[in-house]
């Protein structure tokens, strides 16, 4: 658990201790469409699925291989852990990016895809584009 988390779950204790939270609000990152996908490749990779760019990151999603692996290994593929993403079928890789983007959205991949294929991202999750939920009231 990194720092940053530490601090969170510190200050989060601290607050309920002093009861001055009274809403926990969960933010839910919606689920990539297929639209959202298409997007996310045009941005990474202009939809080439073979793509080795010669920068660590490989595929239609760009994937570094240590983020491939922790995926696959937790998608319970355990067979392609090792194989480089660029070389795994379409299919294996959207369900990949589908899986990441379910978990985390867009943050493995960062805003910029937001400018660079705007109608495609806007499209797959307009919520995910409107001002941020707060983690908690008081």
Known sequence: MG?????????????????????????????????????????????????DTGNGYYGAYQFRQATWDEVMDLMGVPDMIGVRPNLASPWVQDQAATWLWNGSGISYWGPHHFECAPSAIQAMNRERIQAPTPIFTA
């Open 3 to 51: 720092d940053g988390m530490k601090k969170l779950i510190a200050i989060l204790a601290l607050l309920l201790t002093l009861g001055s939270i009274t809403t926990v609000v969960q933010a839910q990152t919606p689920d990539i469409t297929d639209e959202g996908l298409f997007g996310l490749r045009m941005c990474e990779s202009t939809d080439n699925y073979t793509i």
